[in-house]
T-cell receptor, first 113, second 109 residues
Framework: NAGVTQTPKFRILKIGQSMTLQCTQD?????MYWYRQDPGMGLKLIYY???????DKGEVPNGYNVSRSTTEDFPLRLELAAPSQTSVYFC????????????FGDGTRLSIL | QKEVEQDPGPLSVPEGAIVSLNCTYS??????FMWYRQYSRKGPELLMY????GNKEDGRFTAQVDKSSKYISLFIRDSQPSDSATYLC?????????FGAGTRLTVKP
């Protein structure tokens, strides 16, 4: 009964480093999402995917990349990490984009120093 | 004007109090309305899900939607310390979802 699983839970990066945040879901959902959550700012959509091989930009895509090779996995790649990318990142999935609620993982806390 | 407005609080109440959490929105096309609860260092978890206007009750929780006023509410009866969390409202049309910034609630024993 795992739902949405994110790894790692916590990471510290140096400016300019790269890393991949992993996300896996076992609910066979077509839609997957990446959000960042900053204090007092709510959830901002970074990228989303409507199925394997199909991704699209959200509200704040700059500095990030995604891929979706399987239904289950939706990794988020940070290239050339910047302090502005310090945040908590949440992955979510849903049966469809608007009519069904999204199910979230427990997040990755990322600090860039 | 933000598409979804939610008072960030913080809100502090004594155990047993009735809590009222609210969101307003500007897009009249929203049809699906949700409340999520987020504990510290955890992801948002779905608490209530409603379609269109009206009330929905689940145990101590009641969700209300007033589409004419573009206003949604979550009521918590007999609040418990375990209800201490951040509550996010969310609303959607068929291909898009928007979240409020969240209200931080503390229920004191």
């Amino acid at each position: 009964n795992a739902g949405v699983t994110q790894t790692p839970k916590f990471r510290i990066l140096k400016i300019g480093q790269s890393m991949t945040l992993q996300c896996t879901q076992d609910m066979n959902h077509n839609y997957m999402y990446w959000y960042r959550q900053d204090p007092g700012m709510g959830l901002k959509l970074i990228y989303y995917s409507v199925g394997a091989g199909i991704t699209d930009k959200g509200e704040v895509p700059n500095g990030y990349n995604v891929s979706r090779s399987t239904t289950e996995d939706f990794p988020l790649r940070l290239e050339l990490a910047a302090p502005s990318q310090t945040s908590v990142y949440f992955c979510a999935s849903s049966q469809d984009r608007g009519r069904q609620p999204q199910h979230f993982g427990d997040g990755t806390r990322l600090s860039i120093l | 004007q933000k598409e979804v407005e939610q008072d960030p609080g913080p809100l502090s109440v004594p155990e047993g109090a009735i809590v009222s959490l609210n969101c307003t929105y500007s897009n009249s096309a929203f049809q699906y309305f949700m409340w999520y609860r987020q504990y510290s260092r955890k992801g948002p978890e779905l608490l209530m899900y409603t379609y269109s206007s009206g009330n929905k009750e689940d145990g101590r929780f009641t969700a209300q939607v007033d589409k004419s006023s573009k206003y949604i509410s979550l009521f918590i009866r007999d609040s418990q310390p375990s209800d201490s969390a951040t509550y996010l409202c969310a609303m959607s049309v068929t291909n898009d979802m928007r979240f409020g910034a969240g209200t931080r609630l503390t229920v004191k024993p």
